[in-house]
């Protein structure tokens, strides 16, 4: 099975070149090549490579950017998703497109589960997912959205390798947001739920692949350092004393209720994802 990627050079699709590959013949595409912009250049790329599934992972995912650049957020996130479904459905392909926790408005008091319906939340960034969601699912029948959140991988960027950059020593105790709550995923985690997805072809519709149980921004914090070895004090802080351009949902938490309703394999514990993660990118 050929499966190609697109924005295979991000985080994600560095991950998935490198855990799928021994399974699946995986050609990953990205800029300037494969932009997925111009609905000429994917026919091209897509005809050159004739894959059987495409994993479209390229986006514009720099949320705090989305507020002030808004065309150009909806120019990837929702147009340039539509140009890779459109693509997909012209050329017979089956697409899983990869998507976000932001979709929500973030406000619910439990895990949102697959059937719980998206608004495209509070920010340009969610809203223009929600957009190339929308657009997946109309013009390409044979389509998994996989939905995750909270997400690192090797070589970030991520909150790992931020919170592991701040704890050099110089700061006695960091503040660390404790009222947000989500599941931190390890692309890794992803590949291998995705690795289930792609070995049932019939499989279609909307999938949660974040890690399982739950925490906040500082629990997460107080899990790296752990890990790591590092005696790092966290202090637990409000949303309101780190104001940012988009605001961050209150609630990340997924559920993963399709996954099981399709007889798949439950995602990892989160701590049990970071802790293999952090082994092979922060050996002690
Ligand atoms: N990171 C997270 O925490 C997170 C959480 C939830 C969901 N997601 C979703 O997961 C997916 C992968 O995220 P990621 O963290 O791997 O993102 P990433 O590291 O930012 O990778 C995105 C890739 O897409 C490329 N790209 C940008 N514009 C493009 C275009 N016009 N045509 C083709 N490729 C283009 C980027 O290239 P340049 O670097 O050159 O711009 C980059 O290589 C995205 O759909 C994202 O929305 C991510």
Redesign the pocket.
């Given at each position: 099975m050929k499966v190609l990627l697109?924005?295979?050079?991000?985080?994600?699709?560095r991950t998935l070149v490198r855990e799928l590959g021994g399974d699946f013949e995986v050609v990953s595409t990205?800029?300037p090549e494969?932009?997925?912009?111009d609905e000429d250049a994917i026919d091209a790329v897509f005809a050159r490579h004739a894959p059987d599934v495409v994993i479209?992972?390229?986006?514009?995912?720099a949320v705090d950017r989305c507020e002030t650049e808004r065309d150009m957020a909806f120019r990837?996130?929702a147009r340039?998703t539509a140009n890779v479904a459109a693509a997909c459905a012209r050329q017979g392909v089956r697409l899983i497109a990869?998507?976000?926790?932001?979709v929500f408005e973030g406000d619910a008091d439990r895990p949102y589960a697959e059937f719980d319906r998206p608004t495209g939340g509070r920010t340009v960034y969610g809203q223009s997912?929600f957009a190339g969601e929308e657009a997946v699912r109309s013009l390409c029948p044979n389509h998994v959205i996989a939905?995750?959140?909270?997400?690192y991988?090797a070589g970030g960027p991520?909150f790992v390798h931020a919170m592991m950059n701040l704890a050099d020593g110089s700061r006695p105790v960091l503040k660390v947001v404790a009222d947000q709550h989500g599941n931190p995923t390890s692309t890794v985690a992803v590949a291998q739920a995705l690795r289930g997805i792609l070995r049932r072809p019939n499989l279609c519709g909307t999938f949660h692949l974040t890690c399982e149980s739950e925490t906040t921004w500082a629990g997460f914090a107080k899990e790296i350092f752990r890990l790591a070895g590092r005696t790092q004090a966290v202090q637990p802080c409000t949303t309101d004393e780190f104001p940012r351009p988009a605001p961050r949902p209150k609630n990340s938490r997924l559920e993963k209720m399709a996954l099981r309703l399709a007889g798949l394999p439950p995602m990892p514990h989160w701590k049990d994802a970071l802790a293999a993660f952090m082994a092979a990118e922060f050996p002690l």
């Open positions: 697109t924005g295979g050079k991000g985080m994600l699709g990205d800029l494969a932009d997925i912009t479209h992972c390229a986006a514009m995912t990837l996130n340039g990869i998507s976000t926790d932001y997912k939905r995750i959140s909270w997400l991988g991520s």
